[in-house]
Nanobody
Framework: QVQLVESGGDSVQEGGSLNVSCAISGFDTVNNCLAWFRQGPGAERDRVASIEYWGDVTYENPVKGRFTLSKDNAKKTLTLQMNSLKPEDTAVYYC????????????????WGQGTQVSVSS
């Protein structure tokens, strides 16, 4: 049984930093894609960043230069380090897994966590 469990969501001030993590079980993190998505109030669920099984990382434009995605295959964790947070980063952040290569579309992902709330106030 595949489980993705997010943690680390919190409320922070604009300009602050936060790490959110995803603990993964029952899924091969070495040979497949992992990603973070986010969904703000009344918005679509959009990709934030993803990491291919060979290591390439893709960041969406709104977070480039501020967020860093990392994967630990030994610990089976996926971490999103978020710096210089802005109010528009406020959203529920979801960890997602997809077999083989990554996609920008949320509907292409096979497994999801329950989400963790990140709130950024100005």
């Amino acid at each position: 049984q595949v489980q993705l469990v997010e943690s680390g969501g919190d409320s922070v001030q604009e300009g602050g930093s936060l790490n959110v993590s995803c603990a993964i079980s029952g899924f091969d993190t070495v040979n497949n894609c992992l990603a973070w998505f986010r969904q703000g109030p009344g918005a679509e669920r959009d990709r934030v960043a993803s990491i291919e099984y060979w290591g390439d990382v893709t960041y969406e434009n709104p977070v480039k230069g501020r967020f860093t995605l990392s994967k630990d295959n030994a610990k089976k964790t996926l971490t999103l380090q978020m710096n210089s947070l802005k109010p528009e980063d406020t959203a529920v952040y979801y960890c997602a897994a997809r077999r083989r290569v990554c996609s920008w579309r949320s509907s292409d992902y096979h497994y999801w966590g329950q989400g963790t709330q990140v709130s950024v106030s100005s």
